[in-house]
Structure formats: structure tokens, C-alpha cells
């Protein structure tokens, strides 16, 4: 199973729990971003101290499946602190990794510093496709969930509210009111 998590939003302790246990059972994950980051265990995400207002041509770094793809193209919003050797850089703009790929139980944990290169805009810059195919896994007998229920804000009771019901509820409010 492969489950990519683009830009999630602020991951609560159950889907940090749950992204561990596919983990540890053989599952990949592909997270991206500094939230995606936090979503992973074991992680080592900082916030980048480089300007990310334009994109990055990444250079393959290393020998992994994972960095066979070629130059990439990325905006640095996060990087990875290499404190453990387990941790390996697929892809650094400059000294900074954007792309780190590492084990946990099981399983695989890849960390993207952005999710431009699988946005519409900038999967076929470069060889931004083929990192997303890689970051996928063999195909053969191969599961891909792509999760879109953490991309935004939880529902909450006033998104009710928020909609096109509070304009129709106001103007109805003041239409009876000078009714009366």
C-alpha cells in the first residue's frame, strides 16, 4: 500500500498514529511539506532557512531507486536535519535536502519539501514525474491511496454556517423586519 499525503494540514495524534501502523506493516508513505513531515515518525523536518519564493532545480543525491529520476524541480518550503544515518538524501537544492527517503518498521517513509512536483503546473517540469512514480513503488501488486480528507481544515459545526445559508438567513431576518 502507498499512501501519499499532499500538503496535509495539522496532524492530530490518530493520523500520526495511523500513518505509523502502515508504516509498520510494509505500507509506503509519501508526505509532503513541513506538516507532512510532522505527520511521519522519527522525523527530523525544520522549517527552511532558505527563501522559497522561486523554484529549485534538485540534483539527485545518492544511489536509491528514489534519485534514479534525474534533476527535479522544487520549492524548498521545509527541510530534513540529518541526525541519523538511517535518513537518506534523494534530492538537496544547494546543502539542503528536499527529498529523504528512510525505513520505519516495515516499511518506507519519503518526505518531499513541497508538493509542487505533483501539482498540475509542475509534474511534467523536469523529471518531477518520474520522482512521483518512483516515490510510488513497484507496481506489481501495489495499492495507492491518495488522501485528500487532511489537505484541509477539519468540518466543523459552523461550516453550515459559512455557506449560503448566512446570507439567506440575514437577508431573510431583514426582510422581515421591515415587514413588520
Same mark, same amino acid.
Given at each position: 500500500?502507498?499512501? @501519499?499525503?499532499?500538503?496535509? =494540514? ?27 513531515? @510532522? ?32 534533476? @527535479? ?14 535518513? =537518506? ?33 509542475? @509534474? ?57
Amino acid at each position: 500500500m502507498t499512501v @501519499i499525503l499532499a500538503s496535509p =494540514r495539522v496532524p492530530g495524534r490518530e493520523e500520526r498514529a495511523a500513518i505509523a501502523a502502515i508504516l509498520n506493516k510494509g505500507g509506503r508513505v509519501l508526505a509532503t511539506d513541513f506538516l507532512g513531515g @510532522i505527520l511521519l515518525p522519527e522525523n527530523e523536518v525544520a522549517i527552511s532557512s532558505q527563501a522559497s519564493f522561486a523554484a529549485c532545480e534538485a540534483q539527485p543525491e545518492g544511489l536509491q531507486p528514489l534519485a534514479a529520476s534525474g534533476s @527535479i524541480w522544487i520549492m524548498p518550503r521545509a527541510t530534513w536535519q540529518m541526525k541519523d544515518p538511517k535518513f =537518506r538524501v534523494a534530492y538537496a537544492c544547494g546543502n539542503q535536502p528536499v527529498v529523504v527517503e528512510y525505513p520505519v518498521g516495515k516499511g518506507t517513509a519519503i518526505w518531499w519539501a513541497s508538493s509542487m512536483p505533483l501539482e498540475n503546473g509542475s @509534474i511534467s517540469r523536469g523529471q518531477n514525474l518520474e520522482l512521483l512514480l518512483n516515490s510510488v513503488g513497484p507496481a506489481k501488486g501495489r495499492h495507492v491511496f491518495w488522501d485528500e480528507s487532511m489537505h484541509s481544515a477539519p468540518p466543523s459545526s459552523w461550516d453550515y454556517v459559512s455557506g449560503p445559508a448566512w446570507p439567506l438567513l440575514l437577508f431573510g431576518a431583514l426582510g422581515l423586519a421591515l415587514l413588520v
